[in-house]
């Protein structure tokens, strides 16, 4: 199928969609009278037309120009298509509901029955129809106005048995999935680093994601991040966006400039990037090992990490943290062949930025794809840790699931 075909069928299925929910709206406002009856379809079609411009001019722009407003319009096409699927699910019940009633009636022979699928929509139904297209939009609309950067602190204790005593009580501040090419409000962001300073950690550590796609994204925020500062050091790795595979280059070359542009960024912002490789941390004298391994995950993405090599030198370490974007390393590949491997930091999920958490409780479905997705988890003696991103991407929001700046303070068991 091509572009045109595609786009012609897109168009198609959103005008038809739209007029199917419109049969509501004619419901609901029967009784009003005309003026304001027209100002409400007036306002309906609107609505549809502003989303078919939109699908014109998402594949118009340029998204390496306007990479902000294309997200937009991209979540308003998104938004417009599930409110109205929301509420057509209703109103094809009402239907289902007056086809029964007809075919009821003309088995039975009765004359009021046998006219039940042309009798009106019932008014319920339409008012329920209504109310299911427009609460999506509503959570969508409050997702991207609180939620987006409503950074939370999250806390967690874990016992290591190995951990030198020098090193009880540590403190490591983590940060993930910053795709800096999402931001749309520059001192949020700059709030958020505070947020993390403010919690004094001994060691800072970045689980990859800095960028959606190009190192350029970068740019606007490099006097934000270049503030993380630890007594230990600022670490960071790769995820599967910041190689720049989700982008069209001129030449493969360009793609590889991109990647060493990003990396020159990290460690002019004072951070220490690990690929696929290992640093050892001293305090009073002792030590523990730092490994930090590129982009390796079990499902479709590249794999470019290599754990051996990232593994090498560090056999003798009493304890090893590994940074690794991608919590589905944990199974496949950290706990069965490297017991010793106390911690893994990860974040990649973003909990899909959608989700329920009350207390203990969990929720997200993030969790259909991936059995590892957010806060702690322990098998034996080894722990993964998930952090829930501190940005955003496609969606500009997050609904439940809140932007995370993580503490997790290392104690002697």
Do not use: C, P, Q
């Given at each position: 199928m091509n572009r045109a075909t595609f786009m012609t069928v897109v168009v198609g299925i959103t005008l038809l969609l739209d007029w199917y929910v419109f049969q509501a709206v004619k419901t609901v406002t029967s009784d009003l009278s005309n003026t304001p009856r027209r100002l409400v379809h007036i306002f309906y079609w609107s609505i549809t037309a502003f989303s078919l411009l939109g699908i014109l001019a998402y594949n118009l722009l340029d998204i390496s120009q306007l990479k902000s407003l294309r997200s937009i319009i991209l979540v308003f096409i998104f938004g417009?298509?599930?409110?109205k699927l929301f509420g057509a699910l209703f109103l094809f019940l009402d239907d289902i509901i007056r086809f029964v009633s007809e075919v009821y009636g003309r088995v039975a022979g009765s004359t009021d029955e046998a006219q039940g699928f042309s009798k009106s929509r019932s008014d319920f139904l339409?008012?329920?129809a209504l109310i299911a297209t427009a609460t999506p939009a509503a959570i969508m609309s409050f997702g991207i106005i609180s939620g987006a950067y409503d950074y939370r602190v999250r806390r967690k204790v874990i016992s290591l048995p190995n951990l030198p005593r020098a090193f009880d009580g540590i403190?490591?501040?983590q940060l993930s999935?910053?795709?800096?090419?999402?931001?749309f409000?520059?001192?949020?962001?700059?709030?958020?680093?505070?947020?993390?300073l403010a919690e004094k950690p001994d060691i800072i550590c970045f689980t990859g994601d800095l960028v959606n796609n190009r190192s350029e994204e970068i740019k606007d925020y490099v006097d934000i991040f270049n503030k993380l500062k630890a007594p230990l050091?600022?670490?960071?790795?790769?995820?599967?966006?910041?190689y720049g595979d989700y982008s069209s280059w001129s030449s493969d070359q360009a793609k590889k400039k991109n990647l060493q542009d990003l990396i020159t960024t990290q460690k002019q912002m004072g951070w220490d990037i690990l690929l696929n490789e290992n640093r050892f941390i001293e305090t009073n004298g002792e030590k523990?090992?730092?490994?930090?391994?590129?982009?390796?995950?079990a499902g479709r993405f590249q794999k470019y990490g290599d754990l051996t090599k990232t593994y090498a030198g560090s056999e003798e370490s009493p304890v090893k943290i590994l940074l690794s974007h991608d919590p589905s390393h944990w199974d496949a590949q950290v706990r069965p062949n490297y017991p010793d491997i106390d911690l893994m930091l990860a974040g990649h999920t973003h909990g899909m930025q959608f989700g329920v958490e009350i207390g203990d409780f969990r929720w997200s479905p993030s969790k259909w794809i991936y059995k590892q997705w957010a806060d702690l988890y322990q098998e034996g003696d080894q722990y993964l840790y998930v952090n829930r991103?501190?940005?955003?991407i496609g969606y500009p929001g997050r609904v439940g699931i809140l932007p995370e700046i993580t503490i997790l303070e290392l104690k002697s068991a």
């Open positions: 417009n298509f599930l409110a339409a008012k329920t403190r490591i501040g999935d910053i795709h800096s090419g999402s931001f409000d520059k001192i949020a962001v700059r709030g958020g680093v505070e947020m993390l050091g600022v670490y960071s790795t790769l995820g599967n966006h910041d523990i090992a730092l490994l930090g391994i590129e982009n390796w995950g991103g501190f940005g955003f």
